[in-house]
């Protein structure tokens, strides 16, 4: 069964430090999202594409927050500098687009957990 | 601005008893969708709700559609433990169809 990858799967570092997550979406999704989720709460959009564009980044924090997609495959988010409150999960899903029936069900990863000390 | 709103965020039972989870949403949509969530674990896909009057089911959940209420429901069946997880609704807007989420509820069966 195809899967959305993740890596790495946990990271550790000391704030002010930059961290950058790898996702690559399932073969020929061509939505990517990413999100954050807080321990006990929902997943938080931060960037959804569209192929290579940014079809919504409105709640990424562009001071320190950065997401490319360059080749409308696989995907980067980067974090620099890291900030304590910046611990948390990201979650990278894919999905088809249109109207079609299973068109925008998301495929999540397994997430990268990051840990801000 | 579309909310979404999912009760109760907590419920603790016991195995074999039934109970429904219910998800309010502010604005129309008629895309609603279901996804679990096991501790420490990434969010999988339970069920996509289309249109109004939906009715999904898979083993001991079901989950159905009221457009005109803006309201969903994923109903238990005699819960066993392995359904221990936390459940999300998301809303998807009509215009773009992005998804809002809510909050979740934490569901613990107790054997």
């Known amino acids: 069964e195809a899967e959305v990858a993740q890596s790495p799967r946990y990271k550790i570092t000391e704030k002010s430090q930059a961290v950058a997550f790898w996702c690559d979406p399932i073969?020929?999704?061509?939505?990517l999202y990413w999100y954050r989720q807080i321990l006990g709460q929902g997943p938080e959009l931060l960037v959804q594409?569209?192929?290579?564009?940014?079809?919504?980044d409105s709640q990424l924090p562009k001071d320190r927050f950065s997401a490319e997609r360059l080749k409308g495959v696989d995907s980067t988010l980067k974090i620099q500098p890291a900030e304590l409150g910046d611990s948390a999960m990201y979650l990278c899903?894919?999905?088809?687009?249109?109207?079609?029936?299973?068109?925008?069900?998301?495929?999540f990863g397994a997430g990268s957990r990051l840990t801000v000390l | 601005e579309l909310k979404v709103e999912q009760n109760p965020l907590f419920l603790s039972m016991q195995e074999g008893k039934n109970y429904t989870i219910y998800c309010n949403y502010s604005?129309?949509?008629?895309?609603l969708y279901w996804y679990r969530q096991d501790p420490g674990k990434s969010l999988e896909s339970l069920f996509v709700?289309?249109?109004n009057g939906a009715v999904k089911q898979e083993g001991r959940l079901m989950a159905s559609l009221d457009t005109k209420a803006r309201l969903s429901t994923l109903h238990i069946t005699a819960a066993v433990h392995d359904l221990s997880a936390t459940y999300f609704c998301?809303?998807?807007?009509?215009?773009?169809?992005?998804?809002?989420w809510g909050a979740g509820t934490k569901l613990i069966i107790k054997p």
């Open positions: 998301a809303v998807a807007l009509d215009s773009n169809y992005q998804l809002i």
């Open positions: 604005t129309t949509s008629d895309r």
């Open positions: 709700l289309l249109s």
């Open positions: 073969s020929g999704h061509a939505t």
């Open positions: 594409f569209q192929d290579e564009s940014v079809v919504d």
């Open positions: 899903a894919s999905s088809t687009s249109g109207y079609s029936v299973g068109a925008n069900v998301l495929t």
